[in-house]
């Protein structure tokens, strides 16, 4: 219970209170309304930096990989960059001893930019390209993983002798349209056989996805024994034993008990292991949301306030659905007027973009002060993953700024886009 619970008068006079587990660990208010983060003044930013920003907290995006190094070990973690990858960012988790699973030639080459080991790098992806696979070889990547029958041959001619590949299992019964090797109907063990004929190719462990912004263990629990079903028959097949699994990523951003996961799944592993006579392999995961995603801000102007008749305002930013994707802020809700104290009671409020597009909210449903008008500005958290990564140039609009904040001070990332680098490519 807070103090404007118990004096609902105090409400209106408070700074707007932070939701727990939404904003950087370390993001608290300053003097008149200005709201810090990492000791960095949000309101300073964006009048030196303009609008929309992006603001990421480097000391909470590494406080994640030290968590996920500290439950599962740091060479068993492996950062998905597709969350949200910069040069610097890659820099950071590979500083803090982690892997990186890569989606694409660009994310190997920005990675190896930021100072990843090459021999930390995993290339997935359900349809590589040729410009994928040869990245990922004059790289030299640790390993690639095969998520289709009809790849396997493809890799042993490109790959370098000796490459290890993880086989992406669809072990479940729901396997939908995902990509990966369906064990049920024998695809899997066919993929095995097949990578055991190709002398280039070497099967290093399995691999799965289990899905997005997961709170329970259960998934992961089914998922695992399924896993230990399948390496059994491996061990049963051809006398090897699988060395690494890794559960993929998926967890959310909030509330996920890593240290009693972590010690959940190796326990299982190692029973259902021992049960079938097999050697236990070591546990990974590959996260991205979860080591970025709160550690991100996005900083916005309003650029015109209506209000409705039933007593509800429209606010319109100078961002949007270009930086904000539909579907990260369909269940947004969390999001403060900065640099400027407002003693304006809470009214209900919809924050739009600039977009004029049915999908373009950036929160969906809050409570700003009554008093907000154009000029303000609003951050709003949780935006670290899948926002910069997933931004768009519809209406032309060009890629916000994308700072690190640490210690009080702020460096660019990500410099903004210009409508001239938009002109650039045209020919
Ligand atoms: C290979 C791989 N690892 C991990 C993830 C999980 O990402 P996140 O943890 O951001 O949900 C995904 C998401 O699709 C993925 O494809």
Known sequence: MTLADILPSLRSSLPAHLEPGAWPPAARWGGRGELLVAGAG?????????????????????ERCRAYAAAFGAENVAYTGKALLTAGVAGWVAAEGLGLYAGSAGEIRVALAGGVDPSRIVLYGSAKTPEDLAVARAAGVGAIVVESLSEITRLAATAPAGQRVLLRLLAGPAEGEAFGLRVGTGEAATAVARIAGQPGLRL?????????????????????????????????????????????GGHTDHDFALEAFAGRMRAMMTLESERRGVPAPRLGVSPGRAVVGRAGVTVYRILSVTARRDGRLLVATDGGMTDCPAAQCADRHTAVLVGRASVAPPVPATVLGRHNDPGDFVVPRLELP?????????????????????????????????????????????????IDDLLAREC
């Open 204 to 248: 290093a462990g399995l691999d799965c996805s289990v899905g997005h912004e997961i709170e329970r263990f259960q998934r992961y629990e089914t998922e695992l024994r399924r896993i230990a079903e399948f390496s059994a028959h491996i061990h049963r097949a051809h006398g090897a034993a699988v060395g690494w699994v890794d559960l993929g």
């Open 42 to 62: 949000l309101a300073a930013l964006a009048e030196a930096h303009g609008t929309p920003l992006y603001v990421l907290d480097e000391a909470a995006v590494r």
């Open 370 to 418: 009554a008093d907000v008008h154009p000029g303000d500005l609003l951050a709003v958290a949780g935006t670290g993953a899948y926002h910069h990564a997933r931004a768009s140039n519809f209406h032309l609009v060009p890629h916000p700024a994308l700072l690190a904040v640490s210690a009080g001070r702020a460096r660019t990332l990500l410099r903004r886009e210009s």
